[in-house]
């Protein structure tokens, strides 16, 4: 495990690990799409508290245990102004609940320990101490702010390791400085977790209500405000003023396809889908989409093959034949391992519409040039581009 201790003194820190070394297998890897990020298991059914913020507005996510098993998990909760989400495991996961303490709201100057896991990595522990605490609103336990930056969904813990808060992005809260974190208190969404303490077999089929931080009404996650009160409504990443009628293009491309953009979108100027070259082929192409920083230029890249083990010099005359001769506005490249298809294109005066085409045609491309590539010189197939896994 990698320790990042902050310079509060050494006192406790024999006591931390120790807590630490209990709660270690509590605390879990989530992936959801291309978001990654942290949650912990709250209930004694397995369900897992996280950050709706850090896994966007998904159903299925997948979720990776301190001790290397992965499981299917659930979204079947959400608190979106409190920016807390609930995922229910497949099955028992067997790790026992993190304790809550209670009351759990924080003192200031008091020592806590932060504890985080992505997918991939392994466990890593900060110290910290509790440097802010928000006046209560309408009888709410408010937010608090911790002096060291830490990942969404990442549970806060006391020196005797109870729970008392997740690092989250909760609504109205006041930007925290740099190198801080704001902490939702445990006692804010207790409500939320009762509501779920029940067997995994009641919670399986159930899907989360998402409601709007302002006026509690129910939205769709296609939108990007309230249809209730107009809000704008809270996203893994914000849209952005100054590109907004790009993002405005990119989100009505992708609904041409089917597709929401809010679902799918990885970065504050990406998005990721998978998309199939016709209705019946039997997998789908991931194909990367980004805008650059003045929304100018739309780049789009999609997975072709993986290098032959052979023949590469034919190989590589044979991909420059099909750039000079075959491709039309798209390119084949080799990025490491990887042959993809790509296009750059002008958004100025562009419609939804073009951008819908330049998608299916990428991907039709990319097809076709996956089987002649697979068939010619034994190149292994790629849907999913290896650096995005």
Same mark, same amino acid.
């Given at each position: 495990?990698?320790?990042?201790?902050? =310079?509060?003194?050494?006192?406790?820190?024999?006591?931390?690990?120790?807590?630490?070394?209990?709660?270690?297998?509590?605390?879990?890897?989530?992936?959801?799409? =291309?978001?990654?990020?942290?949650?912990?298991?709250?209930?004694?059914?397995?369900?897992?508290?996280?950050? &709706?913020?850090?896994?966007?507005?998904?159903?299925?996510?997948?979720?990776?245990?301190?001790?290397?098993? #992965?499981?299917?998990?659930?979204?079947?909760?959400?608190?979106?102004?409190?920016?807390?989400?609930?995922?229910?495991?497949?099955?028992?996961?067997?790790?026992?609940?993190?304790?809550?303490?209670?009351?759990?709201?924080?003192?200031?100057?008091?020592?806590?320990?932060?504890?985080?896991?992505?997918?991939?990595?392994?466990? %890593?522990?900060?110290?910290?101490?509790?440097?802010?605490?928000?006046?209560?609103?309408?009888?709410?336990?408010?937010?608090?702010?911790?002096?060291?930056?830490?990942?969404?969904?990442?549970?806060?813990?006391?020196?005797? #390791?109870?729970?008392?808060?997740?690092?989250?992005?909760?609504?109205?809260?006041?930007?925290?400085?740099?190198?801080?974190?704001?902490?939702?208190?445990?006692?804010?969404?207790?409500?939320?977790?009762?509501?779920?303490?029940?067997?995994?077999?009641?919670? &399986?089929? %159930?899907?989360?209500? @998402?409601?709007?931080?302002?006026?509690?009404?129910?939205?769709?996650?296609?939108?990007?405000?309230?249809?209730?009160?107009?809000?704008?409504?809270?996203?893994?990443?914000?849209?952005?003023?100054?590109?907004?009628?790009?993002?405005?293009?990119?989100?009505?491309?992708?609904?041409?396809?089917?597709?929401?953009?809010?679902?799918? %979108?990885? #970065?504050?100027?990406?998005?990721?889908?998978?998309?199939?070259?016709?209705?019946?082929?039997?997998?789908?192409?991931?194909?990367?989409?980004?805008?650059?920083?003045?929304? &100018?230029?739309?780049?789009?890249?999609?997975?072709?093959?993986?290098?032959?083990?052979?023949?590469?010099?034919?190989? @590589?005359?044979?991909?420059?034949?099909?750039?000079?001769?075959?491709?039309?506005?798209?390119?084949?490249?080799?990025?490491?391992?990887?042959?993809?298809?790509?296009?750059?294109?002008?958004?100025?005066?562009?419609?939804?519409?073009?951008?819908?085409?330049?998608?299916?045609?990428?991907?039709?491309?990319?097809?076709?040039?996956?089987?002649?590539?697979?068939?010619?010189?034994?190149?292994?197939?790629?849907?999913?581009?290896?650096?995005?896994?």
């Amino acid at each position: 495990m990698t320790s990042q201790l902050a =310079a509060h003194g050494d006192g406790d820190l024999a006591l931390l690990h120790e807590r630490v070394a209990r709660a270690r297998r509590s605390v879990v890897a989530i992936r959801a799409g =291309a978001l990654v990020t942290t949650g912990w298991v709250a209930l004694g059914n397995g369900v897992v508290v996280a950050s &709706r913020r850090g896994l966007g507005y998904p159903t299925e996510v997948a979720l990776t245990f301190e001790d290397g098993r #992965g499981m299917a998990g659930r979204v079947i909760a959400a608190d979106v102004g409190r920016d807390v989400a609930l995922v229910a495991p497949a099955d028992p996961p067997g790790v026992a609940a993190l304790a809550v303490r209670a009351p759990a709201e924080p003192r200031l100057g008091e020592r806590a320990a932060v504890l985080s896991c992505l997918p991939g990595q392994s466990l %890593r522990l900060a110290v910290a101490r509790v440097c802010h605490v928000a006046r209560k609103v309408d009888g709410q336990l408010p937010a608090f702010e911790l002096d060291v930056a830490a990942p969404l969904g990442a549970p806060v813990l006391d020196p005797e #390791g109870r729970v008392i808060g997740v690092v989250a992005a909760p609504s109205g809260a006041a930007g925290e400085l740099a190198g801080h974190s704001v902490v939702v208190p445990a006692g804010a969404f207790q409500p939320l977790l009762a509501s779920v303490d029940r067997s995994l077999v009641d919670l &399986r089929e %159930r899907a989360p209500v @998402y409601r709007c931080p302002a006026c509690e009404e129910p939205f769709d996650v296609e939108h990007d405000r309230c249809l209730g009160c107009g809000r704008l409504l809270p996203h893994a990443y914000a849209p952005c003023p100054a590109r907004a009628g790009v993002e405005r293009l990119i989100r009505q491309g992708l609904s041409a396809l089917g597709l929401i953009a809010n679902r799918v %979108r990885v #970065g504050p100027r990406a998005w990721r889908i998978a998309q199939r070259p016709f209705p019946a082929a039997e997998m789908a192409t991931q194909v990367d989409i980004e805008i650059d920083e003045a929304g &100018r230029l739309l780049t789009l890249r999609a997975p072709v093959v993986g290098l032959p083990w052979a023949n590469h010099e034919p190989f @590589y005359r044979f991909l420059l034949t099909m750039n000079d001769q075959t491709t039309g506005e798209f390119r084949v490249s080799i990025t490491g391992d990887e042959v993809s298809a790509s296009c750059v294109a002008s958004l100025e005066g562009c419609a939804d519409h073009d951008v819908a085409l330049l998608i299916d045609g990428l991907v039709r491309m990319a097809d076709e040039y996956r089987r002649t590539l697979a068939e010619t010189f034994e190149a292994a197939p790629r849907f999913e581009s290896a650096a995005g896994r």
